[in-house]
Every structure is written in structure tokens, then in C-alpha cells.
């Protein structure tokens, strides 16, 4: 039965000492396992009798036999000792490097359990360091965002969440506005008394200069989004308008296939193409034509809307030769805008045909449609330009904080709503319990990002996200 079964579904305690492997699933030279909590050192001692662990100093590497509870050797193993609170979770830490087959893993986490450890929940070393005050919340979901970024854009941001950049601009908000909250508050304790401590006019200013900080923040959540979630990407439009010439020439010129994708969730997906550090997933939406008759292909086609329905951006290629005027192109304009997703027009064939009429139209609304020859490779960095553009992604400054994660960008929402109605509070004069009122609102949604205001079930709901061993 494998230990993993062994995980306590209810009743655990953040007293107890947990264990689990820190690498990758899967045969290895080096495994590491992690053994976490008051009783670290004294539950490996019971297999690892070279060396007391708990008197030798913090930081530094034992090597030694493991050996199971009757005395036969488990494994060769170095054992690297971080003593609290100098370590991830900020407990005792025992790190366990053995051979990395899964057996030997699998034995060793057995004994360690038979010892007196206990299997470590999905998230739980995380969660721990942010209970021991090692981390903001902010900083702990960046650990996981860490893990998971497959471009070096998405790991910069990241990263720099994770060293606490993000945080302290949360955190330079909240010092600001709890200043003006204390003060609100004391007139509050006056009463009847007609006091102001707080200056209206310097709150009214205070508030423009925090929205003035927020507005960034919430626009760059449409570039967060796509550098960590990648972009779902729908080449739409009639066969042989040249649309796989197309995929053809952007995967040729980036270079950076990313290749071959197992697994059902991304069924549809062909291909990925890294832009501008932003992953682009090719959706396949081979059979999309309208009237058909056949059966088959109608629920192909069925399939391919709903596709291009979830898409977060479409490419609409068609064939300017399949252009008879305006009227149609706009016919074929209004049929993409109706799937209400973000679109651009890809007139192709540039290279052969574009008569005078039809140009000096694209011309006028230069913003939706770009013209091309994919198998020329004509205007390419015209496209991606475009391409960039209608993402909304332009705006995000180097070295400016980039908001990755939805649960922020939606405590930034709240805060931002509260602090519009503060103003709106100063514009109609209303008393001060009121505006105390939006203000600890905006607080609170602040406070929320960071973890200094959090309730049992968003930490359970945001750690088990992780997986186990982190
Ligand atoms: P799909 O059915 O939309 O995937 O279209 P294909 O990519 O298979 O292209 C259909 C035909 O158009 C092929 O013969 C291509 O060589 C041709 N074609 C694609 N792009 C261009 C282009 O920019 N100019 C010209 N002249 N022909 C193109």
C-alpha cells in the first residue's frame, strides 16, 4: 500500500512533523525529502544513528546509513539539518538526499512514518512558512507560480513576487491609508464634538494618489494573465484561406516550438509559440465552413465554435481574393465578432491580389485587420505587432509590477471600488463613520492580498493548490 494512503484526511495538526519527497516524481539519481517540525531531528535519529542531528550546527551535511526499525540499511543518504527559525517552513528541517529510486523513497517515507512523522498535505511546507511568518500570502502563491512558469517572462514576475516586490507596494498602500483610518477613527470617539482630524482635501488627495498606483497594477493583470496562463489562440476562416501556411511560417520564424503535448485537456491544441515571453496555444479548428450538409463535419464545426468561443484571441484569415467588396469583408467581420472574444482580421494573399478599394478601406480601420502573405512571409512583424496590441499588453513597462494572479487583481478591483466611494463619500460630505467605513473596506481587500487579513478556508483553498512536497 503506498504511503501516500496514509495521509490523515481530517484531525491534523500543524504540531505534527510532517515528511514528503521535494523532487519530481519518478526515478532519479538523487531523490530529497523534506522532514519538517519540532521532532524532526529526533525522527531521523531513529534511523540515521551517525550523528545526533539536533546538536550538530544548523546548515551544514551528514552523511550516513539509513537503517529501518529492525537494523537493516535502507540507503547511503546525506542529510542536510536547518535548525528554526533559519529554514523554509521556519521549523526544524531535515532534508534527506538518498538514491532516487521510487522504492527506496517509498521506504524510507514508511520508516520515517513508522517514527513518528506523518505524510505532509499538498501545500503544507508553504503553508507553514507563511504560518511562521516566512511569507506573505502574495509571496507563497508566487512560490507556486515559480514552479509552474514555462517562459522566462512569467518566471521574472514571479520571482519578483516572490522576493516580496509586490508585496511592499500592498503594503506602502495600506500604511498610507491606515494613517488616514486612525485619524477618521479618533474623530469617531468624539462624538457629538464637530472635530476633523483628518483633512478632507488631504484624504481627497491621498485617494487619487493610491487610484493613481492601483490603475497600473489592475491593467497589468491583462498581461499577468496571459504570461502565466499562456494564450489560447484560434486560427479561424475558410480552407484554403492559409491558415496552416501560416502556423507554418510563425512557428518557422520564432523557432521555439514547443513540442508534441500529451493529455485530453489540451486535446485541440497542435502547437506553442513563446512571442514576447508569452506562450501562444495554437487551438486546431481544422472543418470550420459554413452550410455544410455532412453530418460529421457539422459537429466539427459545432466543436470548433465552442472552441473559438473559449479562445482568447482569434485569428481570422481569409483569402483576399474571396473578398468581392467591403460589404462582404464586413460580413465576414461582423461573423468573427459575434463569437465575443478578442479578434484580428488577417487579410491574406497580400502578395497576389488587393485592389484599390478594398485597400484604401483597410486602410481607415488599420487597427483590425492586418494584411499579409503567409507564404511570401510578408508582413509577419506587422502581425505580431497587432497581435501584441490587441492583447492590451503593450502598457506593462520593464521592471514594473506585473499582478499574475486572479484572487489579487480581484482584491485590487475591491479596493479600487471602496476607495471610489470614499471619494464620492468627500464629494457629497458625508459624515466620517461613513467614509471610516469604505476606507477599512479598501484595507481590508488590501490586506487580504498580502495574508495579513485571511480566514481558514481561503489558506485551505489557495494551499491546496499546491501539490505535495511543496
Ligand atoms: P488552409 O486551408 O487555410 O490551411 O490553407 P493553406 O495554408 O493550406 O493554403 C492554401 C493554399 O494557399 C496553398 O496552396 C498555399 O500555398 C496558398 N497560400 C497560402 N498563403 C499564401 C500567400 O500568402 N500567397 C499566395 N499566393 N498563396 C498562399
Not at 477613527?185 to 472635530?195: K, S, T
Not at 479561424?236 to 485530453?264: D, H, Q, W, Y
Not at 497542435?270 to 496555444?281: A, H
Amino acid at each position: 500500500k503506498s504511503v501516500f494512503a496514509m495521509r490523515p484526511e481530517s484531525n491534523f495538526s500543524f504540531q505534527d512533523t510532517i515528511v514528503a519527497p521535494i523532487s519530481a516524481a519518478g526515478v532519479g539519481a538523487v531523490a530529497l525529502l523534506r522532514v519538517s517540525g519540532q521532532q524532526a531531528f529526533e525522527i531521523c535519529n531513529q534511523l540515521f544513528k551517525s550523528k545526533k542531528l539536533a546538536d550538530v550546527p544548523s546548515h551544514t551535511v551528514h552523511f550516513g546509513i539509513l537503517r529501518d526499525m529492525a537494523g537493516k540499511p535502507l540507503d547511503e543518504v546525506l542529510i542536510t539539518v536547518f535548525k528554526a527559525p533559519n529554514s523554509f517552513t521556519g521549523e526544524n528541517v531535515a532534508e534527506i538526499a538518498c538514491h532516487g529510486s521510487p522504492f527506496i523513497v517509498q521506504e524510507i517515507l514508511r520508516n520515517l512514518v513508522a517514527a513518528g512523522a506523518r505524510m505532509a498535505q499538498a501545500g503544507e511546507f508553504t503553508r507553514r512558512a507563511f504560518l511562521n511568518g516566512k511569507f506573505d500570502l502574495a509571496q507563497a502563491e508566487a512560490v507556486a507560480d515559480l514552479i509552474a512558469a514555462e517562459t522566462e517572462a512569467a518566471r521574472d514576475a514571479a520571482l519578483s513576487q516572490m522576493r516580496g516586490g509586490f508585496s511592499k507596494e500592498i503594503q506602502t498602500l495600506r500604511e498610507k491609508l491606515i494613517h488616514f483610518a486612525s485619524l477618521i477613527e479618533l474623530e469617531l470617539d468624539f462624538g457629538e464634538e464637530d472635530v476633523e482630524f483628518a483633512d478632507r482635501q488631504d484624504l481627497r488627495d491621498l485617494i487619487y494618489e493610491l487610484r493613481g498606483l492601483i490603475t497600473p497594477l489592475l491593467t497589468s493583470f491583462s498581461y499577468g494573465n496571459v504570461l502565466k496562463n499562456g494564450v489560447p489562440t484560434v486560427i479561424a476562416g475558410r480552407p484554403n484561406a492559409g491558415k496552416s501556411t501560416l502556423l507554418n511560417a510563425l512557428l518557422k520564424e520564432e523557432k521555439a516550438i514547443v513540442s508534441e503535448i500529451a493529455g485530453t485537456t489540451r486535446d485541440f491544441i497542435e502547437d506553442e509559440l513563446v512571442m514576447e515571453g508569452i506562450v501562444f496555444r495554437f487551438i486546431d479548428t481544422a472543418g470550420l465552413r459554413e452550410g455544410t450538409t455532412d453530418r460529421i463535419e457539422a459537429i466539427g464545426i459545432e466543436r470548433t465554435k465552442a472552441k473559438m468561443q473559449q479562445a482568447g484571441l482569434i485569428l481570422y484569415m481569409f483569402d483576399l481574393q474571396d473578398i468581392r467588396d467591403v460589404e462582404d469583408y464586413i460580413s465576414h467581420r461582423e461573423y468573427v465578432q459575434s463569437f465575443g472574444v478578442p479578434f484580428l482580421m488577417v487579410g491574406n494573399k497580400a502578395d497576389v491580389y488587393l485592389p484599390d478599394e478594398l485597400k484604401a478601406y483597410f486602410d481607415s480601420v488599420a487597427e483590425e485587420v492586418v494584411l499579409i502573405s503567409a507564404k511570401k512571409q510578408l508582413h509577419l512583424e506587422d502581425l505580431k505587432n497587432h497581435i501584441l496590441r490587441k492583447l492590451n499588453i503593450g502598457e506593462v513597462r520593464a521592471g514594473n509590477t506585473v499582478v499574475t494572479n486572479a484572487r489579487h487583481h480581484e482584491a485590487l478591483v475591491q479596493t479600487d471600488a471602496s476607495l471610489l466611494a470614499v471619494l464620492d463619500g468627500l464629494d457629497r460630505r458625508v459624515t466620517g463613520d461613513f467614509l471610516a467605513m469604505d476606507i477599512r473596506h479598501a484595507l481590508h481587500a488590501l490586506g487580504s492580498i498580502t495574508g495579513q487579513i485571511s480566514h481558514e478556508d481561503l489558506l485551505d483553498n489557495i494551499f491546496s493548490k499546491f501539490c505535495i512536497g511543496k
